[in-house]
């Protein structure tokens, strides 16, 4: 009997632990505010799974990895870069990033801006529910500057100070937060390894409540699988750690067809993401071509699965020059 007993209460734990676990998880969720922070720029990037930090590459780098300031304007070039994207609900997404560098002072610079708006509500009351004729509106905007440096030749570090105001009807909510991250490119197989904390800064009242930051840690890697005249293979693999959810993981890849240089390169991408409740399959493709003796633009897309809402998607232009 009392062997039964020991058994049970085993069961009642081992059983028991994962819905602690899940318990914790639900505890965290919506605890935090200025969601908009957390949403993912630029084409290229979501179509690959969001599997960006350690590639951070193009002027989108901006906001996944501010490290990558330091690398992508390494040759005195500049990148900008203009994304859009459409969500559920009539929702909006802009993102605008510039890298550059200025006369002789150290390091590499960026400015950049995110903007999350709808179009006008109509005003309804208990007493008025068909609306009262008037329209109220909402939305969301940061301001960013970012400095980076090379410390070594494969090792990069960068920091984001940005601006953030919230908008509903009336009410707003401003606020402060950085960004910092790391790039390193190793020797072995084109690997480079990317890390960046996002989002951390003190908590931000709106009406009556005040809510903390959408703190995210990311770490991931990237690598040539594989290369030739005409083909390359980019894989790519991130860790995410969300303050107020459970930890996910991302698998990307981006193939480019190079046969077409120096008229044009065409990419096709893929990724998935693992643990979240919507946004599990992406893909999209992108399109590099010259615009003049020392500049290029590239024009991607990317799609983004949703379960229960509508699927997203994003449009991005790169020029560089």
Known sequence: MKRHLSLATVAVILLGAPGADGAQIFRKVGTAGAQFLKIGVGARAVGMGETFVAVSDDASGIWWNPASVARI???????????????????????????FTYGGLPG??????????????PRRTEYRPEGTGENFDAGSFNLGLTWAKNLIDRFAFGLTA??????????????????????????????????????????IKFIDDSFPMPTMFRVGAAMDAYQSD???LLIAF??????????RASLGGEYSLKALEP???????????????????????????PTGSASWMRVDYGFSAMDFLDDTHKFSAELRF
């Open 73 to 99: 304007t390494l040759d005195g070039e500049s990148r900008l870069s203009l994304n859009h994207s459409t969500w559920p609900a009539d929702i909006s997404h802009e993102f605008f990033g510039y890298a």
């Open 263 to 289: 008229n044009a390169k065409l990419q096709l991408r893929g990724g998935y993401r693992f643990n979240r409740d919507e946004e599990n399959l992406a893909a999209g493709f992108g399109v590099e071509f």
């Open 238 to 247: 991130e860790f995410d750690h969300p303050a107020d959810n459970a930890e």
């Open 162 to 203: 940005k601006y953030l105001h919230l908008g509903l009807d009336d009410e707003n909510a401003d606020g402060f937060v950085v960004d910092f991250g790391t790039l390193y490119y190793t020797d072995f197989r084109t690997i480079r390894i990317g890390m960046a904390i996002q989002s951390l800064g003190p908590s």
């Open 230 to 232: 005409h083909h390359n």
């Open 108 to 121: 590499a610079y960026a400015v950049n801006a995110t903007i999350l708006q709808m179009d006008p509500i």
